[in-house]
């Protein structure tokens, strides 16, 4: 068994292995240092807890089948997964996270003795707030993350579920969670206990039902948030350093994260937070369709357009990652820049769905970093473009978010695309995007429609070249 003092060195070494993956995973040049740094911060982190098991031996070879399976599911899962169905994994091991904070929290109520707790009924009262706080932290993340999981996935419905006195009966239902964690500090009643699990179960599902699909990034990025919380009220009852430092990062660097999105979005923070409170009676008057002239092109047309531009500004979207075009789209990218033209990569924040989507597709084809601007590196570029190649992105290049007061996403800062002389818009079909608005750009006279699959047309495009 380890000593204290060196178990605390381990866990300090650990706790800086895993600050130093979140400094690298700030920037795509750095990420992959990042993530070997949380890697290794983890190996050593589950290492030494094994070697701090008073009963190392008895537990082993459990611990070691458990890690096998969990560890196998993950990694084949991970191979597996597509890019674009990353969202929907992020969410998913969200829910997991949860989970777990769930049962250890239900193994330290149960058998209070095994944690140096104290005793069945006579729990100290410390332990006690801190696991009714990992319970329904990580209940709440868990039922959240499977609402976000199903919209995401396209199981349940983008579009915001709403109902009279919703937020009411949020109030009163996160009222009761604390006035049920007093009363079970007090009388440790087990029937307490799983009423205040069931509870958080409840409210997990009724924050994220009424969150529409454009704010589905920031939701993502919130739900990380709360699995790091969780993860750290459990830490505290464990008495576990190294779950206490990383949870709090990940709850810290979570939020932090949501707040710069909700503020990219021009999103109340606590209103998201909050189940989009004060955001559920917005109706959309651009949702209304009408038979709008649009103007459709082919591939010999876009690539004649951009043969004649000195600069052209690509603008990735959900669409390039359905279609996997990135490669393509980087292939295109030379062959203009052999010919002299200027290109660059237009990112918004929230493109994608969920976090640095279209900065992982683009490295993943070698796109160089200093190609790559932010919305609002770029933004002022647009009006002296002459190409705009717009590759599915819908919802963040609207300019209705800047006309409509109406609509789900007025008042979200967008890219400036229709200022661009001259606009390619690859898309399937004139459908509305991931908030269910529908695009006024494609209606713009100086936008050509591109109906195809986003790596087919761009594929075309180089033969047309």
Known sequence: ??????????????GVLFILALRGLSSPETSRQGNFFGILGMIIAVVVTFLSMG?????????IVFLLIGGSVGAFIAFKIPMTAMPELVAGFHSLVGLAAVFVAISAFLNPEAFNLGILGNIKLASLIEMSIGAAVGAITF????????????????????????????????ISIIVLTYFLCT?????????????????????????????????ISMLNSYSGWAAAGIGFTLENTALIITGALVGSSGAILSYIMCKGMNRSFFSVILGGFGGTDQVS?????????????????????????????????????VAQAQHALREMVDT??????????????????????????????????????????????????DVAYVIGANDVTNPVAKTDPQSPIYGMPI????????????????SPGYAGVDN?????????????????????????F
């Open 336 to 385: 203009l820049k052999k010919n002299g033209i200027k290109v660059s990569y237009a990112i918004h924040p929230v493109a994608g769905r969920m976090p640095g989507h279209m900065n992982v597709l683009l490295a993943e084809a070698n796109v160089p970093y200093d190609e790559v601007f932010e919305l609002e590196e770029i933004n002022n570029d647009f009006a002296n473009c």
């Open 415 to 430: 890219l400036d695309v229709e200022k661009a002389k001259s606009v390619l818009f690859v898309k399937r079909s004139l």
């Open 55 to 63: 009963n190392f031996s008895d537990s082993f070879l459990y611990v």
């Open 143 to 174: 039922s959240g993350s499977i609402i976000a999981f199903l919209k995401l996935r396209g199981i349940m419905s983008g579009a915001p579920i709403t109902f009279p006195g919703q937020h009411v009966l949020n109030l009163i239902i996160l």
């Open 187 to 219: 009388t440790q009643s087990s029937g307490l206990f799983w009423t205040l699990i069931a509870v958080s179960f409840l409210v997990g599902i009724l924050l994220i039902i009424p969150i529409g699909g454009a704010d589905m990034p920031v939701v």
């Open 285 to 321: 008057k651009s949702n209304n369709k009408e038979q709008k002239p649009v103007k459709s092109g082919n591939s010999d047309d876009a690539a004649f357009l951009m043969k004649n531009a000195s600069s052209v500004i690509i603008v990735p979207g959900y669409g390039m990652a």
């Open 1 to 14: 068994m380890i000593s204290t003092n060196l178990l605390a060195l381990f866990y300090l070494i650990s």
């Open 440 to 464: 006024d750009l494609f209606y713009r006279e100086n936008t050509l429609m591109l109906f195809a699959d986003a790596k087919k047309m761009t594929e075309d495009i180089i033969k047309s």
